[in-house]
């Protein structure tokens, strides 16, 4: 019995080994930190047990269980403490903190007749304080890293609806939309020899979808078990910029390129199970991220002609991201406080691999005082992230006024780890810290 | 206001304070929704449905149950000077919206979102040298996203008062380029690029207050504040000039585009007998703050001769002058909107309405005469619209079901700009045009 015991455990610590060694990385503030704050609280579940706007992000076919119209504000925050360690390299990398504010809508659509009780949708926001998108990126030998602050500096806009189809069975679908940027600057002399432009941006509405489906396991205890899948699309802002200034002069210079990816959160599909037994709620989940298709920051600046594919323009060095796995774990206990007052206290953990390879390709530069093509070592960092979230949850009810109140807290430390590139080392580590306060009403 | 019941106070004030409001270029010449469009843009006492996110939102605070809406506008823009088309984009959209009422400790309030998406792009900043001739207030300013969430109260039935926000985005990038430069042939250039680019949030606020003075009388105020684009570049260039030299160039370029001025809406609406109502609305425009759309370049060039000079046939650059942007001297204006409804049929579970409309937009901008060129003329549009609506059809439909549509022609009479310098490089020309403006809505109450 003894035996058979170790025997399992041995297995569920192999299993846990091999889903959490994946490769790793994070995306934007949700997929660093969660949705809201039900989720963030336990270790970004959600998938078969989220609530409200939540449901929007984590699985959309869980707002088919909305019934009641509730809009949700609230402030979230996040503080990276980052090091790089190595010759050459600067120790702490400074990040600018994230502070963004959070706006969600729960609606029911009240139909009637068979359709009663059977479909919501939601609408959510959330969105750094200061900026829309942030697209922040450095020449690849300036030390960085690029799959976590800056990511998390983008605003974040969905939307689903979720229905109940019956028999324990629920499907939804979304979309997340971002904004990215295209734009040109041509300059040059007018008739009079002063400068002028003509100078032109637009920005571009990118979307990915979202899919969710969740089933209620009939069982015979009367608690209830249910499981969900999501998926969720790759969500791209690129940032695509020509400067023109052919015209002015007689010096030939080309037409320069400025392009990137400002932000990105790969494919994704989510599985999780939940079950609430009593006073507790308890879900395991895990997330595969196809990192693989990660196209990288940069592009060249001077994209060779089709006619022409090996140039010997710079291009940015090619780096493998690798797909990951996170596991996630959660656990809700609620109880009442009297007639009108609820209480949530929640708890859990993740673990998200790095996608980033331990060994990086060298990038290539002009060196000014050789007059020749160099190579120069790729400083990007990351590591695996394990993190312990916490949240306190309070409700009133009626004859209260039916206000919600939320806050989670997620403390987050990176593995260390070493990244190689040509001969430089760096040991990386880091914290990351990050909290959030919701209240919602409902009316 | 009792003390025991601040919340729905505090909600509205934060919403007033802290939230940007809603309301973007495309709406102030083509409206938002088919109801509003077809009266004229004359709402601000009488709207309660999604519109209200741009019209009032203290109308908001009217509507009685959940409601959704979604609906699509496409405006062709047959603009003209000399008489050829200038390429106007037409603006084609999406619109949606939301409005979610309730009573909290007794007090009715709502929630409002509005949205018009527009097909091609959320938002565009286009900065032209200033002689270059362009429809200034239709070219580019209504290639825009409009996104706006409120919040309302109606702490008596008599009043209600709204705000909200909305939010679009500006650009600030700051690009570094390095490498070498082939001027022999410069696709062999190596260069590459960082780059450092924000795109900020622009909030700007909107607030509503409405009066019903009786049943069927009402009067409302609203403001709606400003906001301007910036698109903020600046491109370093550090490159050797193939084996020659190396160069420094650097280019900064600032433009503010978009730019809505502020404006007061005072409205009133009346309800004439059962089946028609009469509305009109005078919205006073803050043009006088316009910022010209002109891009403000700096140029810094700093190439060394080769010791050896200038291979022939290369002229090394030199520092350009920069641009003097020359003052647009808008003038304020005052729009009159003038609308009206008739309930043409009011049978138990359909009802259907005629609406007319009418609006006079007088060009802000003074006489072209001299370098610049921002075309623009007076604009006379003339709005019909039709609805229907259903009420409890059947138990799986909402329970009120409405289906607007409307048709708006602005005329932009023609008229002749001249020149005070007979050898001005665009010369006099001659500008006008129609606009037609064709959308339907449909909305479902809950």
């Given at each position: 019995m003894l035996a058979l015991s170790m025997q399992k455990r041995l297995t569920f610590a192999a299993l846990l080994v091999a889903v959490t060694t994946g490769g790793a990385a994070s995306a934007s503030p949700e997929d660093i930190f969660g949705y809201g704050t039900r989720s963030p609280a336990m270790g970004g579940t959600g998938v078969a047990h989220s609530e409200g706007f939540e449901a929007a992000y984590t699985n959309p076919a869980l707002l088919g269980r909305i019934r009641d119209l509730k809009l949700t504000l609230g402030f979230e925050a996040a503080t990276f403490n980052l090091h790089a360690d190595g010759a050459g390299l600067p120790g702490e990398v400074p990040y600018d903190s994230m502070r963004g504010i959070i706006i969600g809508l729960d609606v029911p659509i009240p139909l009637g007749g068979v359709l009663k009780d059977r479909i919501g949708t939601a609408l959510a926001l959330s969105s750094p304080t200061n900026v829309i998108v942030r697209g922040n990126i450095p020449y690849p030998e300036a030390p960085q890293f690029p799959l976590l602050p800056d990511r998390s500096q983008t605003v974040s806009i969905r939307a689903g609806i979720g229905v109940n189809v019956g028999w324990g069975i629920r499907v939804g679908a979304g979309f997340a939309a971002l904004a990215e940027l295209d734009g040109s600057a041509v300059v040059q002399t007018d008739a009079t020899g002063r400068v002028s432009s003509n100078v032109q941006d637009q920005l571009i509405a990118t979307y990915a979808p979202t899919l969710g489906l969740t089933y209620d396991v009939p069982l015979e205890d009367h608690e209830t078990t249910r499981i969900g899948v999501s998926y969720r699309g790759a969500l791209a802002a690129n940032f695509d910029v020509s400067i023109d200034a052919t015209k002015l002069s007689s010096l030939n210079i080309p037409v320069l390129t400025i392009a990137g990816l400002a932000q990105y959160d790969p494919e994704q599909v989510s599985f999780e199970i939940a079950r609430s037994q009593g006073a507790f709620l308890f879900a395991l989940g895990a997330t595969y991220k196809r990192w693989s298709a990660y196209p990288g920051l940069l592009q060249s600046t001077l994209p060779c002609p089709a006619s022409d594919p090996t140039c010997g323009s710079l291009v940015p060095p090619s780096i493998t991201y690798k797909d990951t796995f996170v596991p996630r774990v959660g656990v809700e206990y609620s109880t009442s406080a009297g007639k009108s007052l609820d209480l949530h206290v929640r708890a859990g953990a993740l673990y998200e691999p790095s996608a980033l390879p331990s060994k990086l390709a060298s990038s290539m530069a002009f060196d000014m005082t050789s007059q020749a093509t160099v190579s120069l070592p790729t400083r990007y960092f990351d590591a695996d992230r394990l993190a312990i979230t916490l949240g306190y949850g309070v409700a009133l009810r009626d004859p209260l006024p039916p206000i919600t109140l939320d806050?989670?807290?997620?403390?987050?430390?990176?593995?260390?780890?070493?990244?190689?590139?040509?001969?430089?080392?760096?040991?990386?580590?880091?914290?990351v810290f990050a909290a959030g306060l919701l209240a919602g009403v409902k009316f | 206001m009792r003390l025991r019941r601040p919340l729905p106070w505090l909600l509205a004030l934060a919403a007033l304070v802290a939230s940007p409001r809603a309301r973007a270029n495309p709406l102030d010449p083509f409206g938002f929704g088919s109801r509003g469009t077809a009266m004229g843009g004359a709402a601000a006492a009488d709207v309660q449905d999604f519109s209200a996110n741009y019209y009032n939102p203290a109308g908001l605070a009217l509507a009685r149950r959940m409601e959704i809406s979604v609906g699509y506008v496409n405006v062709?823009?047959?603009?003209?000077?000399?008489?050829?088309?200038?390429?106007?984009?037409?603006?084609?959209?999406?619109?949606?919206?939301?409005?979610?009422?309730?009573?909290?400790?007794?007090?009715?309030?709502?929630f409002g979102f509005g949205l018009h998406l527009p097909d091609d792009r959320l938002s565009r900043v286009r900065a032209l040298p200033q002689d270059e001739p362009r429809w200034e207030l239709y070219d580019n300013r209504n290639q825009l996203l409009y996104l706006a969430a409120n919040l309302a109260v109606s702490p008596w039935p008599w009043l209600q008062i709204g705000g909200g926000v909305s939010f679009v985005s500006s650009t600030d990038a700051t690009l570094d380029i390095s490498g070498q430069v082939n001027v022999y042939t410069p696709d062999s250039s190596q260069l590459r690029s960082a780059i450092d680019a924000d795109l900020t949030a622009v909030r700007y606020p909107q607030a509503g207050v409405r009066v019903a003075l009786t049943d069927d009388l009402a009067l409302a105020v609203v403001y709606r504040g400003q906001f301007q684009l910036d698109l903020d570049l600046k491109a370093n260039i550090r490159a050797n000039i193939s084996g020659l030299t190396t160069a420094l160039y650097e280019l900064e370029t600032d433009s503010v585009n978009n730019f809505l001025p502020q404006q007061l809406v005072v409205g009133g609406s009346w309800r004439i007998v059962p089946e028609l109502r009469a509305n009109l609305d005078l919205t006073w425009v803050n043009w006088s703050a316009y910022v010209p759309p002109v891009a403000d370049v700096q140029v810094t060039l700093n190439i060394p001769p080769p010791p050896a000079?200038?291979?022939?046939?290369?002229?090394?650059?030199?520092?350009?002058?920069?641009?003097?942007?020359?003052?647009?001297?808008?003038?304020?204006?005052?729009?009159?909107?003038?609308?009206?409804?008739?309930?043409?049929?009011?049978?138990?579970?359909?009802?259907?309405?005629?609406?007319?409309?009418?609006?006079?937009?007088?060009?802000?901008?003074?006489?072209?005469?001299?370098?610049?060129?921002?075309?623009?003329?007076?604009?006379?549009?003339?709005?019909?619209?039709?609805?229907?609506?259903?009420?409890?059809?059947?138990p799986e439909l909402p329970r009120d079901l409405r289906l607007d549509g409307h048709v708006q022609l602005s005329e932009l009479p023609t008229t002749t700009t001249v020149k005070s310098n007979p050898a001005d490089l665009v010369g006099n020309y001659t500008a006008g045009g129609t606009l037609w403006n064709v959308g339907v809505t449909l909305a479902m109450g809950f």
């Open positions: 806050l989670f807290g997620q403390a987050h430390a990176l593995m260390p780890r070493t990244i190689t590139s040509d001969d430089s080392v760096g040991k990386v580590s880091g914290t | 062709d823009q047959n603009l003209q000077i000399n008489g050829l088309s200038s390429g106007v984009d037409p603006v084609r959209a999406m619109v949606a919206g939301i409005v979610a009422p309730g009573k909290l400790v007794g007090i009715p309030f709502a000079g200038w291979p022939p046939g290369i002229t090394p650059p030199s520092t350009p002058a920069p641009t003097i942007i020359a003052p647009i001297n808008m003038r304020d204006t005052i729009v009159p909107h003038l609308g009206m409804e008739w309930r043409a049929l009011n049978e138990r579970k359909v009802q259907g309405f005629v609406r007319l409309g009418y609006e006079f937009d007088k060009s802000p901008l003074p006489p072209q005469t001299g370098t610049t060129n921002y075309v623009d003329a007076d604009r006379h549009a003339f709005s019909l619209g039709l609805g229907v609506r259903a009420v409890e059809l059947l």
